[in-house]
Nanobody
Framework: QVQLVESGGGLVQAGGSLTLSCVAS????????MGWHRQAPGKQRELVAR???????NYADSVKGRFTIARDNVKNTVYLQMNSLKPEDTAVYYC????????????WGQGTQVTVSS
């Protein structure tokens, strides 16, 4: 099993920045790509950013140019640097991991709240 623990959420003003961290533990060889998802009230959960084992990354159009995902394989940690935050970025952010690099997420963290005030 793999455990994922997020941190770094909080309240920030529009235009500000936050960095989320996700520490993974457990059977690490079962982790392939990792992603950050978010879910705003009344909306479906969406994939915000994904990073493959070789560190190639892709982003949702809504965050391109503002968010950066990175991973430190030594520390078993994935980061999401969020700049130029907007009120519409307000959501619970979840870290998740894939076993087979197929965009199916097998492991999930508990989530961290990000609130952007206008």
């Amino acid at each position: 099993q793999v455990q994922l623990v997020e941190s770094g959420g909080g309240l920030v003003q529009a235009g500000g920045s936050l960095t989320l961290s996700c520490v993974a533990s457990g059977i690490m060889f079962s982790i392939n790509a990792m992603g950050w998802h978010r879910q705003a009230p009344g909306k479906q959960r969406e994939l915000v950013a994904r990073i493959a084992p070789g560190s190639s990354a892709n982003y949702a159009d809504s965050v391109k140019g503002r968010f950066t995902i990175a991973r430190d394989n030594v520390k078993n940690t994935v980061y999401l640097q969020m700049n130029s935050l907007k009120p519409e970025d307000t959501a619970v952010y979840y870290c998740a991991a894939e076993k087979y690099s197929d965009y199916h997420y097998d492991y999930w963290g508990q989530g961290t709240q990000v609130t952007v005030s206008s």
